[in-house]
């Protein structure tokens, strides 16, 4: 780096690019809007309780909170895409059955069972927090504001969103007393600072819907928490005849909440008597589609007890120890028999198919592990009105059972790999292989109800005895639901206050001023001639609200026309 030597004093300086560093840094700061002479300013640190501090404004701000909203509703989309198992377990299956390549996944990060997945737990929990946080401090500062007086009025009225000026005969106290009285005709709550003014404020009930609306919907999380921790649900399928005693291992699947005892489960006996389906056959859009259907069943609330029939259909359960019972579907469910090459009868269940189309196309498994050598399974469909041919492979034509039969493909081997437990409605066929026919091509069953096919191989028959009907029936206890209901009532009528009411302030100013020739009063009216002539008042009105505000003009024009006498001339309004 270069240098210059001073000739006055011989020191050596640095090169004329370093004399020029603190000009340019100047120069800087000017560009930055910063003063020359000023330093930087040295924010401090926040520390650990800062942080904490930090954190706790931003979750419990309105952003946050209308951010976590809008999350819980794009969470609670997986939700009516893929099936529930605490809705239909069966469809679950089915669904992991079809795609075994990426259901497994969707499984495991709780798609099948959103509402009670941990990443929906804990958008809803962040929710409730933030929505508390909001709720306390606003509270406190509403209370405040009820509990004080109406501000001062401003010393420049005509600077506020509505004003008006009215010169009046009236005196001060007389125009201030009219003024009051269309104010409390208004519904507003009064206060006079001084003797020449009053001030006015309503629409408190404006903040009151708002802090209700969330406070209800903290009351709807409560009563989802409640319910998903103090309620339970149990799915069974019923066929026809069949009879159903409530005890935790008699369901199909059940769903205990946390804290929930199992043995304490009502131990009601429910008989499926009768299940009526009718569907429309009349050609057109609606061809096909259920007109209706209900279960005839008979309850009794424990064993023993006194039976009573009763009728159950959609969106009517039937209720019973505090369980409602619901009717969620119906379906077929073959009675189907399989006996060995002795004719010992190895199965003989009524089975249910589940229904995969509007034609009640059913897919199945029948399981027969008792079969030796080698255990048997047959998986399939059940088709209520087969189309004949085949021809574009097993299809149902109408969903009543008008042709029944069942396709049936037949497998051998070991039905449970590995003694793992296995869904009923899923075939795994890792260690099965297919039954040949003697030509080498995969053996199909086709069977109408009454119809035997024996096996070949000596591996014995099956037989389609009969079809019955079968109701999904949908137990469950939700205690948290009344509190759910209660909230949302309360919910939209907060939202109702909270957007109908608005927040005004009214402000309401006297002085008097000498009456002059020109001020437009006859003084005749009032004084003799040769009196003093009464002094005027002038009436200044102003008002704002916190939103844009229709109804405000046309409550300062009232006050107008309140102290506006017959000798009083307006003289400025906006």
């Known amino acids: 780096m270069s ?17 020029g560093t603190p000009a340019t840094k100047d120069t800087e700061r000017i560009r930055k809007g910063m003063r020359p002479d000023r330093q930087e300013p040295t924010l401090p640190t926040l520390g650990a309780v800062g942080m904490l501090r930090w954190g706790w404004r931003q979750l419990t701000s309105m952003r946050t909170a209308l951010f976590l909203l809008l999350m819980l509703s794009i969470a609670a989309v997986p939700g009516s895409i893929f099936p ?8 679950v299956a089915d669904y992991i059955a079809q795609h075994q390549t990426s259901a497994p996944w969707l499984d495991r990060f709780g798609f099948f069972d959103v509402y009670s997945s941990p990443w929906f737990s804990a958008i809803y929990l962040l929710l409730f927090v933030s929505l508390v946080g909001c709720i306390v401090p606003r509270t406190k500062v509403h209370l405040s504001a009820l509990r004080s007086t109406p501000p001062r009025a401003p010393a420049r009225l005509r600077r506020l969103d509505e004003h008006a000026e009215v010169t009046t005969s009236l005196s001060p106290d007389e125009a201030l007393a009219a003024a009051r009285e269309v104010l409390k005709r208004k519904r507003f709550r009064l206060h006079s600072h001084d003797a ?35 309620g339970w649900r149990g799915d069974v399928i019923l066929a026809e005849g069949d009879k159903f005693a409530s005890s935790a291992g008699t369901y199909n699947t059940i769903a205990p909440g946390p804290w929930v005892d199992s043995e304490t489960l009502p131990p009601f006996v429910l008989s499926l008597d009768k299940l009526h389906v009718e569907f429309n056959e009349e050609p057109g859009r609606n061809f096909g589609k259920p007109r209706f259907f209900d279960a005839q069943t008979t309850l009794r609330s424990a064993p023993g007890a006194p039976a009573s029939s009763q009728t159950v259909s959609v969106n009517h359960p039937i209720s019973v120890d505090g369980a409602d019972i619901f009717l969620l579907g119906n379906g077929y ?25 509007p034609n009640y196309r059913s897919v199945g498994v029948i399981k027969v592990p008792s079969a030796s050598p080698n255990q048997l399974g047959f998986t399939g469909f059940f088709l209520p009105t087969a189309e004949p041919t085949f021809s574009n492979g097993p299809m ?53 109800p009454g119809e035997t096919k024996q096996l070949p191989g000596g591996r014995g028959s099956i037989t389609f005895d009969a079809v019955k009907r079968f109701a999904g029936l949908s ?10 209901l209660v909230s949302a009532i309360l919910a939209t009528l907060g939202l109702i206050l909270g957007l109908t009411i608005k927040r005004r302030r009214v402000f309401v100013r006297v002085r008097t001023v000498d009456d002059s020739l020109d001020n437009g009063l006859d003084s005749s009216l009032d004084s003799p001639a040769g009196a ?33 006498d017959r000798h009083a001339e307006r003289t400025d309004r906006s």
Do not use: C
């Open 396 to 448: 149902s034509l109408f969903p009543d059972a008008n042709n029944p039969e069942v396709a049936l493909s037949v497998w051998e081997g070991n039905l449970f790999p590995g003694g793992a437990p296995q869904s009923v409605y899923t075939l795994n066929t890792e260690q099965m292989k297919q039954v040949m026919k003697t030509d080498g091509t995969p053996m199909l069953v086709r069977l109408k």
């Open 475 to 484: 137990v469950r206890t939700d205690p948290g639901a009344p509190i759910s």
């Open 3 to 19: 240098t210059d030597t001073d000739p006055t004093t011989g020191d050596t300086t640095g090169s004329t690019a370093d004399r």
């Open 532 to 564: 003093h002539r009464r002094p005027a008042t002038v009436v200044t009105i102003g008002g704002l609200s916190k939103d844009s505000d229709p109804g405000l003009a046309a409550i300062v024009s009232a006050i107008s026309t309140g102290v506006h």
């Open 84 to 91: 529930q198992r605490n809705i239909d377990s069966g469809r």
């Open 333 to 357: 469910t073959p009675v189907i028999t399989v006996r060995d090459a002795k004719g010992t009868v190895l199965y003989h269940e009524a089975t249910p198919f589940l229904p995969q189309d």
């Open 196 to 230: 020449t003014s009053v001030s006015g404020e309503s629409g408190y009930l404006r903040e009151t819907g708002n802090l209700l609306f969330h406070l209800a919907l903290t009351g709807i999380i409560v009563g989802m928490a409640v319910g998903h921790l103090l």
